[in-house]
């Protein structure tokens, strides 16, 4: 096979003229983000709108290290929980990936640091619900998301204010229509899911927020939230967590069984979280994982 003829001189020149241009453009862009004089999802926009853009031609690494107080080794932590390559361009990214990272500079650009986001987890009967109820008694400042769930009431418990209890067909729909942060089914019975729109719409308005959830649902939330902060809750003991799940009375034999066997798998995987809060008294349990709201995000 012959080798393909050069190009003309003329074309050479002017591709040459053309990649001079599209290099300046995209550093205006970025020089435009880093004064300010726009703002990341504003260049996201520009993209998506018109894949033959400058913005669209940005590389989602060079757009992000643009944007102040983020600097290239966050930014690479950053891209790599949100799942995009290194050499991804903005016009590039699929739809998952545009909604991750729009999600996240929606909340960075907002002037809030997404530190503020804080996921407590842990096993089966440590106290994550008396934790929460606590917080949500003492520290009305901070924002307590309230979950969806199929599962039926418990006695005591207020629509809206416990969980959105809600039918398997309404959770569907919320599935669908991607107003979850995260879902996953608990226990092999009932789904639970973080309603999207309430979390972001806090968040927005400065306040510090925080959700109960599994550890399934901690894990989607990394992944949407890379910089939230994860918080596992642990027993004082072992014996003392099979007391608290035997005395609370709401399991039969066979059932108290089978969620000890999860809480030992659960209580694995306290290396993947950030901080570590032994709940051996409510009150100060509780007080670690409000401080922990304030944590600047600046020592991440």
């Keep these: 096979m012959s080798p393909r003829p050069a190009p003309p001189a003329v074309d050479r020149a002017a591709a040459s003229r053309a990649a001079v241009v599209a290099r300046q453009a995209r550093a205006a862009i970025k020089h435009a983000v880093a004064s300010k004089a726009r703002t990341a999802q504003d260049v996201l926009d520009a993209a998506w709108a018109d ?5 669209a031609g940005l590389r989602v690494r060079e757009l992000l290290t643009s944007v102040p107080t983020l600097g290239p080794t966050r930014t690479a932590r950053v891209m790599a929980q949100l799942g995009i390559a290194e050499s991804k361009r903005v016009g590039g990214l699929g739809i998952r990936q545009r909604e991750k990272l729009r999600t996240y500079l929606r909340i960075r650009e907002g002037g809030i640091e997404p530190r503020r986001l804080v996921v407590l987890a842990g096993p089966t009967a440590v106290g994550k619900g008396t934790v929460s109820a606590y917080i949500r008694d003492h520290h009305p400042d901070v924002h307590l998301s309230v979950s969806a769930t199929t599962r039926p009431p418990r006695r005591g418990e207020i629509d809206g204010v416990h969980y959105y209890f809600v039918s398997d067909a309404e959770f569907d729909q919320m599935v669908q229509n991607h107003q979850l942060l995260e879902w996953a089914t608990v226990h092999n019975s009932f789904r639970y899911g973080t309603p999207r729109e309430p ?3 806090a ?4 306040k510090r927020v925080m959700l109960e959830i599994d550890l399934q649902g901690a894990r989607q939330v990394r992944e949407s939230m890379p910089d939230a902060v994860l918080v596992f809750l642990l027993p004082p003991s072992w014996e003392e967590l099979v007391r608290r799940l035997i005395g609370r009375g ?4 066979a059932e108290q069984a089978r969620r000890l066997e999860t809480a030992k798998v659960e209580l694995a995987a306290q290396d993947e979280f950030d901080y570590r809060v032994i709940n051996s008294e409510v009150g100060q349990a509780a007080q670690e994982v409000v401080e922990l709201t304030l944590v600047p995000a600046a020592s991440a």
């Design 203 to 206: 968040l927005a308005s400065g």
């Design 199 to 201: 979390i972001e719409t």
């Design 51 to 55: 894949r033959q853009s400058a913005e």
């Design 250 to 253: 709401t399991e039969d034999a």
